[in-house]
């Protein structure tokens, strides 16, 4: 049993550390900032035993180079290793290795960049799932380097994965994107339950990850492209629009909530 312990960091990051009961070793996931996880690691008297980077972003590698001394392995992306900090470990969808005891599989996740990958322990109840900047809870990352038609598919390899799945997203976006999302769906109840929830959380300076693939699915926009309330939102939204593609209903709406 792997526990994710969330480490703050600038105004909205999460870098998430893993560690087991009874063991002084853990990981840790894009850290932008290395001194929270430093104050962590002593606090708890912890031994950092890996780094796994989900894509090149400043706020994602920044604390790489102070915390990889020696011994400590980096685990990236083959397709970015000249954006990213040195590695050890190369890596390519489909790859997988093992971590404090479980296997952890890498998604190639092009979209948010080109060499995004997300990091998935499956034989671990239930499942987590380290997705960077490419599944948010509510929405999605930025297009800056992919397609529209890339990073919908990314999505979907993402959907793919067992309901039960915890999403561990990088950013504490919640509230904006769920507000969106309500502009979206404002018929959905499952969403507006869960905008009050996460207001509710945010009131109280609560995170409100991980969250579920299952919710979601029930909830997040940029996953429920199909549902006929989302195609008519955009269809009213860009009147001269064709959306008949889903590729093309992910762009719009993409650039909808780039613009909202
Ligand atoms: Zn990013």
Not at 60 to 84: N, P, S
Not at 198 to 206: G, S
Not at 239 to 248: F, G, L, N, R, V
Request: glycine share 6%.
């Amino acid at each position: 049993m792997l526990d994710v312990i969330s480490i703050p960091a600038f105004n909205d990051n999460y870098i998430w550390l893993l560690r087991t009961a009874g063991d002084k070793r853990c990981w840790v996931v894009d850290p932008g900032d290395a001194q929270p996880v430093q104050r962590y690691l002593e606090s708890e008297g912890l031994h950092l035993e890996g780094i796994l980077l989900t894509h090149h972003h400043a706020d994602h590698i920044g604390g790489v180079m102070e915390l990889a001394t020696k011994g400590v392995t980096v685990i990236g992306a083959l397709q970015d290793i000249y954006r990213l900090p040195p590695l050890n470990v190369q890596v390519t969808g489909g790859d997988r290795f093992q971590l404090l005891g479980h296997t952890l599989q890498v998604l190639e996740l092009p979209g948010h960049t080109l060499g995004h990958v997300a990091f998935v322990a499956l034989d671990h109840q239930p499942p987590l799932l380290f997705c960077g900047d490419t599944l948010f809870a509510g929405g999605c990352g930025r297009l800056f380097e992919g397609t529209a038609e890339q990073m919908h598919a990314s999505l979907q390899t993402i959907a793919n994965l067992p309901d039960s799945t915890q999403v561990y997203a990088a950013h504490e976006y919640t509230l904006s994107n769920l507000e969106f999302a309500s502009r979206v769906e404002p018929n959905n109840p499952q969403l507006q339950q869960r905008l009050q929830d996460c207001r509710d959380k945010r009131a109280q300076n609560l995170s409100t990850l991980p969250s579920t693939l299952l919710l979601e699915k029930a909830t997040n926009p940029f996953l429920r492209i199909a549902q006929p309330e989302v195609r008519l939102a955009l269809q009213q939204y860009f009147p001269d629009a064709s959306c008949k593609e889903d590729a093309d209903a992910f762009r719009l709406l993409r650039s909808w909530k780039d613009k909202a």
